[in-house]
């Protein structure tokens, strides 16, 4: 589960200029973690920035503590308990998504579109923490079974990011046994 970062605006914008420097064009930044070690990882970490750079509202940053995976976290700068990140597992052919209790994966194997996925994940991640979006979630008794990202509800423009089936086993368990699922549903209004 991901923490909530509960700071101002103005202390934000502050912490990012004084401990972000990766949103500088000057910064290369020491590559770490399994993915940045390869060609395909290097080049894809280093068109981070720019595929960022778009998005001023957003406070971003390398997860680098992530040894497996290249990760960016990310959240708005109106909403900072709303954190997404994204991840490029090793062998860069998994994207992931994360919001809240959600992981969405997507798999690119083509050598010359992985960083069009990457630009791919990257946006959804924006958009879903930008809102309007929205996490339905299914329960079997306390255990997440599946997740859904719905970005844009109830709009002409709603789509989906898919559905993740977290642990199936459960879920199939408790409908053999007769009992309900449960379903909760986390609405991100737009910012």
Not at 96 to 117: C, I, M, N, R, W
Request: with cysteine; aromatic share 6%.
């Amino acid at each position: 589960m991901l923490t909530a970062v509960s700071t101002s605006v103005g202390r934000q914008r502050r912490l990012q200029a004084a401990d972000e420097p990766w949103r500088s064009p000057r910064h290369s930044g020491a590559l770490s973690g399994v993915s940045a070690q390869t060609p395909t990882g290097a080049a894809l970490r280093a068109l981070v920035p720019e595929l960022m750079a778009g998005y001023d509202d957003i406070v971003w940053q390398f997860d680098d503590d992530v040894s497996d995976a290249l990760c960016v976290v990310m959240r708005p700068v109106r909403a900072p308990e709303r954190v997404a990140r994204v991840l490029v597992h090793r062998g860069e052919e998994v994207f992931a998504l994360q919001l809240d209790s959600h992981f969405g994966v997507t798999f690119e194997y083509e050598q010359d579109e992985k960083p069009d996925e990457l630009r791919d994940r990257l946006a959804t991640a924006v958009a879903a923490v930008r809102g309007p979006s929205r996490l339905v979630l299914t329960f079997a008794g306390s255990t997440q079974t599946r997740s859904q990202l719905v970005l844009a509800p109830d709009s002409p423009d709603e789509r989906s990011d898919g559905i993740w089936m977290e642990r199936q086993t459960a879920e199939i368990l408790w409908r053999v046994r007769r009992r309900r699922l449960r379903r909760e549903v986390r609405d991100f209004p737009r910012l």
